[in-house]
Structure formats: structure tokens, C-alpha cells
């Protein structure tokens, strides 16, 4: 027997290093060419790491949650005869969104509290307590009922009555209010995988850029037509929603606004404007947020984008979605959508310098011009949009004047389908 030591394979996109999320074999299993071993996670995805070689598995390096660096010892494998091995041996690899494991957690057991006994009555309910004033007789009906004599609050002198627990039935039957719930065990959960990942991304973010939001209300109501109309004749291509259109107008403003679709690598105290729109689209999935990226959105059309909408979401959901198409944004637009609420100040996809957030769309009267000199209050479709910038690339006036740009081509939605 030789012993193969199956280094951490180089994923690419210069990774340094990995988190170990899932091991799938432990020391004496025996492992297959090509079986999955284990699920590391580097960056915003997770990646399987076969086997490439047959044998039994002798040694692992590292737990859950701990982190591996690129050419250091993953696992040992015993296999049959000599084997040379060499520093670059690698694994083939698949990039996909796991799950996280759920932890196991042991239920708690409640701990029971003994009253002292009363000398009228031996035996009580063990969650009354004995320092309570009652009667036996009213001791023994609050124990028949399960009441817990300590929570019911005596009329006069102290001393506890049937009119008293007549009154605690009453308020917690309905004629007051029921507690909301009972409490459960807590959880102690270990943040590992996408969430650890979420987490340091977020931290880093907040802790490295001054963020500033700019918030602005836009009549969608004229949109909001067209896109109805162009649902109603588009045939067999994709629904539209009201994103492909946003994205489209973003696109069109940003080559007078470079300053929003840049990157800005603080370390070097270089900023990139991007000529492409490599659009991140902020994605809510069980295992938390992913941000698949939409590449050259400014070549799109709407129903491309659409499209190209629907399945990077569908894969970030089900797991399928590939390492390149969860890096190189150079711009993220994140939307709650029917949860969107009033108006948002979304976190910054570091290193990029900008996010935007549409919010809500709601509906509401408004003073609108009738043609002859006055106005009139007619129901209009109403959304803000918010965007947040990193302050020490983007001017608070330059941020404004996009939004304001945008507004213009939000209301006069003809605009977005010509040249």
C-alpha cells in the first residue's frame, strides 16, 4: 500500500485559500476516482473537490469552518502500489452553491422547580410557588387548571382568591390578551460557508468605505403602461418585469457617469472605470445572498435581459450557478420587490463604488397637469429608488445628477427604446 497526500487544489481566479464547508468522507472510508470528498468554499461559491485517485481514505486535514490554503494537505489516501506525487497534482473541480449543513442542536430539558411544601396541602403544581397566599382549596382548583399561582396577581391583602383566578382565566381566555408564544430552546448555530462568507464581505464593506445613500421618488406610471403593453404583444418571448427596463436605462446613462460603474482597489489607490456593464444582480436564496452577474448588460435588450435575468437566478437558487458568474460585477442593482419597502440604503458590493435599489411601487394621488394651464389630482404609480456610493470615488452632486438623469428616463419611458 502507498500513501497519496491530495494536496488543496489551485480553483483558480488567483484563490489563496478556502473554507472548509462539508466533508463527505471521513478516516476509513473507502473513496472512488472522481467520488466527492468534500465542499470548500472560496469567495461567493462552493466548490466540490473530487477524488483522483481509488483507495481508502487514512487522514483528513482540518474541520468545518476551518480554512485550508491552496497546496497545503487536504486528505491522505491509502492506494494500491507506488504512486509519484508532486505538488501540482489537482483535483477536477465543480463549482456550484451548496447548502450549508443544518447543526444539530439537543433539546433542553426544562428544569423544574420544586415548591416548599404547604402545610394544608403536601403535594402542589411544582411550577406554583409556595410563598404565594391561597387557601388549600384555592391551591388545589389553580393546580386542577394549571395555573401558575405566582402569575396571578391578588385584588387586596395579598392573598390570592377564586375571584382572582376567575380573573386570570378570563384575561388569558380571550377577554385580555393570550401571551404571544412560548419560548424555545436557543440555538447555537456555527457561521460557516456562505454565511461566514456574507459576513466578512459585509464587515469589510462597512468598515472600509464611507457609504452615503441618495434617495429619489420617480412617477412610474407611464413605465408601468408599456411594460403592460409590451407583456401583452411579446409573444413567446419572456414576461418582462420592471427590472430588465431599469437595467436598460441604467445602462444608457452610465457612459456620461463612468464614476458609478467603476471598481476602486483602495490597497493601490487605483480606481477602474469599466467600459461594460457587468451588472450584479443582488439574489435572496436559502443559504442567503448570492449576486450572479449579468456580463455586458448594455448589450442586452430587454427581453435578453429578461431572459438572462430569470436563469442566473434560477441557478444561484438551485445551486447550479458557476464561479464566473458570480464574479466581476462592476455594478449591483439589489431589489426587495414586493417587500422593497419605502426606501433602502443597500450595502456596497466591495470594490465596486455603487449599488442601487429600487423599492416599492405604491400608489397614490398626485397634483398632475391637465392640459389647459391647471392640474388636476389624479392615482399615480410611485417608486423610489435609492443608491448608495463610496464617498471617496463618488461626489454626493455627481450621484444626485444620476438619479435625477434616471428619473428623467423613468417617466419618459418612450426614451429607453430609442437610440
Known amino acids: 500500500m502507498a500513501k497519496f497526500t491530495f494536496n488543496m487544489p489551485d480553483v483558480g481566479e488567483g484563490v489563496a485559500e478556502a473554507e472548509i464547508v462539508e466533508w463527505h468522507v471521513k478516516p476509513g472510508d473507502r473513496v472512488e476516482e472522481d467520488q466527492h470528498l468534500v465542499d470548500v468554499m472560496t469567495d461567493k461559491a462552493t466548490i ?9 481514505v487514512s487522514e483528513v486535514s482540518g474541520d468545518v469552518g476551518d480554512t485550508i490554503a491552496v497546496g497545503s494537505m487536504l486528505l491522505v489516501i491509502e492506494i494500491e502500489g507506488e504512486v509519484e506525487i508532486s505538488a501540482g497534482d ?22 423544574e422547580v420544586m415548591p416548599e411544601p404547604v402545610a394544608a396541602e403536601k403535594s402542589v403544581s411544582a411550577k406554583t410557588s409556595a410563598k404565594v397566599l391561597a ?65 466578512q464581505n459585509m464587515a469589510a464593506s462597512k468598515r472600509n468605505i464611507p457609504h452615503f445613500s441618495y434617495v429619489e421618488e420617480m412617477d412610474v406610471t407611464e413605465l408601468e403602461k408599456m411594460r403592460a403593453d409590451l407583456n401583452a404583444n411579446r409573444g413567446s418571448k419572456p414576461k418582462l418585469t420592471m427590472l430588465p427596463l431599469l437595467i436598460t436605462a441604467i445602462c444608457k446613462l452610465l457612459p456620461q457617469y463612468p464614476m458609478i460603474n467603476a471598481r476602486y482597489d483602495d490597497e493601490g489607490g487605483v480606481v477602474t472605470r469599466h467600459g461594460g ?61 414586493p417587500l422593497g419597502g419605502v426606501a433602502t440604503t443597500p450595502v456596497i458590493n466591495r470594490p465596486e463604488v455603487a449599488i442601487i435599489g429600487p423599492n416599492r ?18 392615482k399615480r404609480k410611485l417608486m423610489n429608488i435609492s443608491i448608495s456610493c463610496d464617498h471617496r470615488v463618488v461626489d454626493g452632486y455627481d450621484a444626485a445628477s444620476f438619479i435625477q438623469e434616471l428619473k428623467k428616463l423613468v417617466e419618459t419611458p418612450v426614451l429607453l427604446l430609442g437610440e
Request: hydrophobic fraction near 40%.
Open 361 to 378: 411601487i405604491v400608489e397614490r394621488p398626485m397634483f398632475v397637469a391637465d392640459g389647459m394651464g391647471g392640474e388636476r389630482i389624479e
Open 277 to 337: 456593464v457587468h451588472l450584479g444582480m443582488a439574489t435572496q436564496t436559502d443559504n442567503g445572498l448570492m449576486v450572479p452577474v449579468i456580463r455586458d448588460a448594455q448589450s442586452r435588450n430587454l427581453w435578453q435581459l429578461a431572459a438572462e435575468i430569470t436563469r442566473l437566478a434560477g441557478a444561484a437558487r438551485d445551486g447550479s450557478a458557476k464561479s464566473d458568474e458570480l464574479s466581476g460585477s462592476t455594478l449591483t442593482i439589489t431589489s426587495l420587490g
Open 90 to 111: 489537482e483535483a477536477p473541480v465543480e463549482v456550484e452553491a451548496q447548502p450549508e449543513p443544518e447543526p444539530e442542536t439537543e433539546p433542553v430539558a426544562e428544569e
Open 48 to 56: 466540490d473537490i473530487e477524488s483522483p485517485v481509488t483507495g481508502t
Open 135 to 199: 387557601t388549600p382549596a384555592v391551591r388545589k382548583r389553580a393546580k386542577e387548571l394549571g395555573i401558575d399561582l405566582s402569575e396571578v396577581k391578588p385584588a387586596e391583602d395579598g392573598r390570592i382568591r377564586h375571584a382572582d383566578l376567575d380573573a386570570f382565566l378570563s384575561y388569558n381566555a380571550g377577554g385580555g390578551f393570550a401571551p404571544a408564544g412560548k419560548a424555545r430552546a436557543d440555538e447555537e448555530i456555527k457561521v460557516i460557508g456562505l454565511r461566514k462568507r456574507i459576513a
